[in-house]
T-cell receptor, first 110, second 115 residues
Framework: AQSVTQLDSHVSVSEGTPVLLRCNYSSSYSPSLFWYVQHPNKGLQLLLKYTSAATLVKGINGFEAEFKKSETSFHLTKPSAHMSDAAEYFCVGGGNQFYFGTGTSLTVIP | GAGVSQSPRYKVAKRGQDVALRCDPISGHVSLFWYQQALGQGPEFLTYFQNEAQLDKSGLPSDRFFAERPEGSVSTLKIQRTQQEDSAVYLC?????????????FGPGTRLLVL
């Protein structure tokens, strides 16, 4: 079985400071992992995807995530938060189907 | 079209009514998925099609929920005798290949409110 756990339901950062959204996974085999973002009243948008080609994955809008097998983690980071980053973020595990985490709501304070 | 489209975007139904939600996937995409997203929650898997074949319907919450994709493109999710607990956003996604390891492209969702 495969599942993902998002460790924080809500994260608040000041504009211009780093962002860290945490995700742990459990999988009995090499996982596929994704981060999606959902802005209010908008569809889910893919930020980045881990496919085992490289442990550090770069995505859109300056986001990146590092796959750490020893820690079973796939945390999402961004060096400097922008107001437009405020949204709901989902860590997703892919297997026979998609397994969504419960989401992390990111607030960016001006 | 350029992306996944869903219709209607909003649907209000009286308890007991039947509803039909439509999904137009990206042209040429083999796989199609339906998810249910309750308020403040992450999407939960409902069902999966590979072309016209429904390979997994383990997430459908009851036999009131039925999905089809008869020609391997457009899909319809039907909910019979709607209940208040069916109120949610219903998301459709498609992917070029098969299975849950491929990138899925999501539609904007249909927001269903059952009164």
């Amino acid at each position: 079985a495969q599942s993902v756990t998002q460790l924080d339901s809500h994260v608040s950062v000041s504009e211009g400071t780093p962002v860290l959204l945490r995700c742990n996974y459990s999988s009995s085999y090499s996982p596929s992992l994704f981060w999606y973002v959902q802005h209010p009243n908008k569809g889910l948008q893919l930020l980045l995807k881990y496919t085992s080609a490289a442990t550090l994955v770069k995505g859109i809008n300056g986001f990146e995530a590092e796959f750490k097998k020893s820690e079973t983690s796939f945390h999402l980071t961004k060096p400097s938060a922008h107001m437009s980053d405020a949204a709901e973020y989902f860590c997703v595990g892919g297997g026979n189907q998609f397994y969504f985490g419960t989401g992390t709501s990111l607030t960016v304070i001006p | 079209g350029a992306g996944v489209s869903q219709s209607p975007r909003y649907k209000v139904a009286k308890r007991g009514q039947d509803v039909a939600l439509r999904c137009d996937p990206i042209s040429g995409h083999v796989s199609l998925f339906w998810y249910q997203q309750a308020l403040g929650q992450g999407p939960e898997f409902l069902t999966y099609f590979q072309n016209e074949a429904q390979l997994d319907k383990s997430g459908l919450p009851s036999d009131r929920f039925f999905a089809e994709r008869p020609e391997g493109s457009v899909s319809t999710l039907k909910i019979q005798r709607t209940q208040q607990e069916d109120s949610a956003v219903y998301l459709c996604a498609s992917s070029l290949g098969s299975g849950g390891r491929e990138t899925q492209y999501f539609g904007p969702g249909t927001r269903l409110l059952v009164l």
